[in-house]
């Protein structure tokens, strides 16, 4: 672990990138503290519609008067909630999957793997969008839609570190000792095969928060008033080019923020993987 | 060559097949009833039985697989529940716009991209190299439909310079369809008025749509042609005293887009999944545009279609990557 940390420290955007995820991870955790208005999640005040920046409002006010400041720092909240749910979800789903498909050969192997090449042969987005469609749309639907969209990533990259392990000295002494197969494959297969899980997780963290927030632009995800980020940019959009504010600070949050996991997530690659090293 | 894009084909089809099961299972494996959704909420038993009955909801699951089988081969994709006309026919009208903004897009993103890439891999560690670096970074985490928001806000918008939806001006006469794309159409028809505006019309979303893949792009060619460098074969050819800029564009380029080819397919996926909110955006008449509208109205037929469809193409897509792979690297060809 020490080291890992030492090798991220010089590497500077990686380090911006950590950087900007416990930002937003403090945000998310005291978001209702740090926000000056915590009640405009809900509230309405119509005396203050669509006020540009100012001292008091440094985002503006939306179109029921509520401090965009506020909501931005509200919406963070949601956003990780979402990608946090969304990528465990998958990883449940798509490590388990990947270990078997890896370990055990066969029809089994087969069948896993080819669900996963159908998943993954039709983008992602669309099939999410699909999906949400036919559940009721809510936030919950949004998650689903989204995790049973993004296991396979995962199946197919513990499906080929697996392969790969089981065939290694370690695991034949393993065999030739007796030990049992779950104890092989959860006690020292998993644990060699997880780095690339946690880079592509970090990074499917930033593209989750992306696609949740497309849901939510197409009011698949989350309702009003809720303070969704996508949903905000939406609500903006009758109000340009009047409020340009309303619509500029959600999606800067968003920029922001998916930035903060994809840099993470590119750092500990380089980490991981000499082989893909993005940068010499 | 031949038989290497046949085997390409051939390791598609068990996607195909799948996916042909996974559109399927969409409308039978879902918690409600499409029976009652179709009939809405104030429907009688009675009228949910006929909806069964008509559609064959009532015969066991592998029955209806076949027909559904039979369905997809004639193309005979049902009928929108909202504009009432086969979705078949509404795909063929809407599609033409939709790959004209796509061909476009993936056109900007790979004749501006690998240059750029080139140049961010020659320059390496400098700061245009940084800038770029900078550049692929945000391309990568913008949200797309954010982006194309701000484009309307500044240039159509404020500086008036760009129309901000559509793809031809209301007051211009479209020409007549021939190939269904509008450029096309308007030259084919001689006129260069409409052209041009069409042209207008089509800058700010093929450029929103373009740049997530104009990030990755710089990306992968500045790794590949960083690596590419490294090669014995470009010292040799230096001391041999190629000229530069042969050498580079040449030489260098052709070993170092493998990766980046790869990207172009699988952006091509991504294309078409973004343009769905871009369309949307731009009032773009395409597939897109459809799609949101198909969510909107709950339309399930032209949901599926769709999905169809993007699954299609992309598994197309696929196979033509594999042969530009081949093409470029003829070792890949004779191993199989």
Not at chain 2, 63 to 83: H, I, M, N, P, R
Not at chain 2, 186 to 205: E, N
Not at chain 2, 249 to 270: C, E, H, M, P
Request: glycine share 8%; charged share 15%; net charge positive.
């Amino acid at each position: 672990m020490i080291p890992i940390l030492r090798k991220l420290g010089r590497d500077l955007p990686a380090m911006l990138g950590l950087g900007i995820v416990l930002v937003v991870l403090v945000i998310a955790i005291l978001g209702p503290l740090l926000a000056p208005y915590p009640e405009d999640a809900a509230a309405a005040h119509l005396l203050r519609r669509l006020k540009p920046p100012s001292a008091a409002f440094p985002f503006g006010t939306d179109n029921l008067g509520r401090d965009i400041f506020s909501r931005v720092i509200l919406g963070a909240r949601g956003a990780l909630s979402i990608a946090l749910t969304v990528v465990s979800t998958a990883m449940a789903i798509g490590v388990p999957l990947g270990l078997i498909a890896g370990y055990r050969g066969g029809w089994l192997s087969e069948t896993i793997m080819r669900v996963t090449d159908v998943v993954l042969a039709i983008p992602q987005l669309v099939l999410a969008l699909a999906l949400a469609q036919l559940m009721s749309p809510s936030i919950e639907s949004a998650m689903l839609a989204l995790s049973l969209t993004y296991w396979p990533f995962f199946t197919r990259i513990v499906y080929a570190e697996t392969r790969r392990l089981s065939a290694s000295l370690f695991v034949d002494a393993l065999r030739g000792i007796g030990a049992s197969t779950p104890r092989i494959v959860f006690l020292h297969i998993l644990p060699n095969a997880i780095s690339p899980v946690i880079v592509r997780a970090t990074i499917g963290l930033g593209f989750t928060i992306l696609v949740a927030a497309v849901l939510g632009f197409l009011g698949m995800g989350a309702t009003p008033p809720a303070p969704d980020w996508g949903l905000a940019i939406a609500e903006s959009r009758t109000y340009l080019p009047r409020a340009w504010w309303y619509a500029t600070f959600p999606g800067l949050a968003i920029l922001i923020t998916v930035m903060g996991f994809n840099l993470l997530g590119d750092g500990l690659r380089d980490i991981v993987d000499p082989r893909l090293r993005r940068s010499r | 060559m031949l038989r290497f894009v046949l085997r390409r084909v051939a390791l598609v089809l068990p996607s195909l097949a799948g996916l042909l099961v996974v559109t399927f299972l969409l409308i039978h494996a879902v918690p409600s009833d499409p029976a009652v959704a179709m009939a809405g909420d104030a429907a009688t038993p009675e009228q949910i039985e006929r909806l069964r009955k008509q559609y064959g909801l009532d015969r066991p699951i592998w029955e209806q697989f076949a027909v559904y089988l039979g369905k997809v081969a004639t193309l005979d994709l049902g009928e929108s529940a909202f504009t009432r006309r086969p979705v078949a026919r509404d795909i063929v009208q809407r599609l033409p716009a939709t790959l004209e903004l796509t061909f476009c897009a993936l056109a900007l993103s790979v004749f501006i991209g690998v240059p750029l890439g080139v140049m961010a891999g020659l320059k390496h560690n400098t700061w245009p190299d940084y800038l770029l670096r900078v550049f692929s970074v945000l391309g990568i985490a913008v949200a797309a439909f954010w982006f194309a928001i701000m484009l309307q806000l500044l240039f159509s918008m404020q500086l008036g310079w760009l129309p901000l939806r559509g793809e031809l001006d209301v007051s211009i006469a479209r020409p007549t369809r021939v190939t269904g794309f509008l450029l096309l159409d308007c030259l084919i028809a001689g006129r260069l008025d409409a052209f041009a505006d069409a042209a207008r019309h089509l800058v700010l979303p093929a450029v929103t749509l373009s740049l997530g893949g104009l990030a990755t792009i710089v990306r992968f060619t500045r790794a590949g042609v960083l690596d590419t460098l490294q090669h014995d074969f470009v010292f040799y050819e230096r001391a041999m005293g190629y000229r530069r800029l042969r050498l580079i564009w040449i030489y260098v380029l052709r070993n170092s887009v493998t990766a980046t080819v790869t990207q172009i397919g699988l952006l091509f996926g991504g294309l078409i999944a973004g343009g769905v909110v871009v369309e949307a955006i731009f009032d773009w008449p395409g597939i897109g545009s459809y799609t949101v509208q198909a969510i909107l109205t709950g339309d399930r037929q032209v949901m599926l279609a769709v999905t169809l469809l993007v699954g299609t193409v992309y598994a197309g897509v696929n196979i033509l990557v594999d042969v530009v792979h081949g093409l470029l690297d003829p070792r890949l060809m004779e191993r199989t």
